[in-house]
């Protein structure tokens, strides 16, 4: 029961352009989002978050858009740069419930 | 980095054998979780833990149980090893409350 889709297991895109990674959820309880970024051989690192109260956030060249009516999420980063390339899981909660689910990862390659 | 490290940090066994997993970190975060990453399935909790002797299940905890008995270290034991537990082991730390989390580098476990 994968309740956090990213249907996508892979992105190619070129250095400067933009990069769209895509994220779906089935569980409507879900109110609070996360994206990570990983890369070989290391453990994921935090990226940007969003709570269901808002429907967009933005940390420099990351921004995350949430629309709830369609139980969808999207991974913005403008401009790409060739060391975005990694792969990046998508994940969601409630609010502090301790059961995060994340998403099958999606594999970005940034060209220069 | 949240000062979290595992080890080992690569494990090969045999079917039927007890491994456990050790998980530190050096910052006193209340909150400790062990995931396990597979292909097509991303990251999925497997116990975690709100404090010193508090623990729980998370999505896949069958053929795992937990132990923390400090502050400091989370351990994760596979009693009987099945070629279904080869995977890479991740442990995280609960920062701004359970939502954000912080990954430890990886454990390679190989079950032969």
């Known amino acids: 029961d994968q309740q956090v889709k990213q249907n996508s297991p892979s992105l190619s895109v070129q250095e400067g352009r933009i990069s769209i990674l895509n994220c779906d959820y089935t569980?409507?309880?879900?109110?609070?989002f996360l994206w990570y970024k990983k890369y070989p051989a290391e453990g994921p690192t935090f990226l940007i978050s969003?709570?269901?109260?808002?429907d967009k956030n933005e940390d420099g060249r990351f921004t995350v858009f949430l629309n709830k009516s369609a139980k969808h999420l999207s991974l913005h980063i403008v401009p790409s740069q060739p060391g975005d390339s990694a792969v990046y899981f998508c994940?969601?909660?409630?609010?502090?419930?301790?059961?995060?689910?994340f998403g099958a990862g999606t594999r970005l390659t940034v060209k220069p | 980095d949240a000062g979290i490290t595992q080890s080992p940090r690569h494990k090969v066994t045999e079917t039927g054998t007890p491994v456990t997993l050790r998980c530190h970190q050096t910052?006193?975060?209340?909150?400790m979780y062990w995931y396990r990453q597979d292909p097509g399935h991303g990251l999925r909790l497997i116990h975690y833990?709100?404090?010193?002797?508090?623990?729980d299940k998370g999505e896949v905890s069958d053929g795992y149980s937990v132990s923390r008995s400090k502050t400091e270290d989370f351990l994760l034991t596979l009693e009987s090893a099945t070629s279904s537990q080869t995977s890479v082991y991740f442990c995280?730390?609960?920062?701004?409350?359970?939502?954000?989390?912080?990954f430890g580098p990886g454990t390679r476990l190989t079950v032969l």
């Open positions: 995280a730390v609960g920062l701004a409350g359970p939502n954000e989390q912080f």
């Open positions: 994940a969601a909660s409630q609010y502090n419930n301790n059961d995060m689910r």
């Open positions: 569980n409507s309880m879900f109110d609070y």
């Open positions: 833990s709100y404090g010193v002797k508090d623990t």
């Open positions: 910052e006193n975060h209340r909150y």
């Open positions: 969003i709570s269901s109260i808002k």
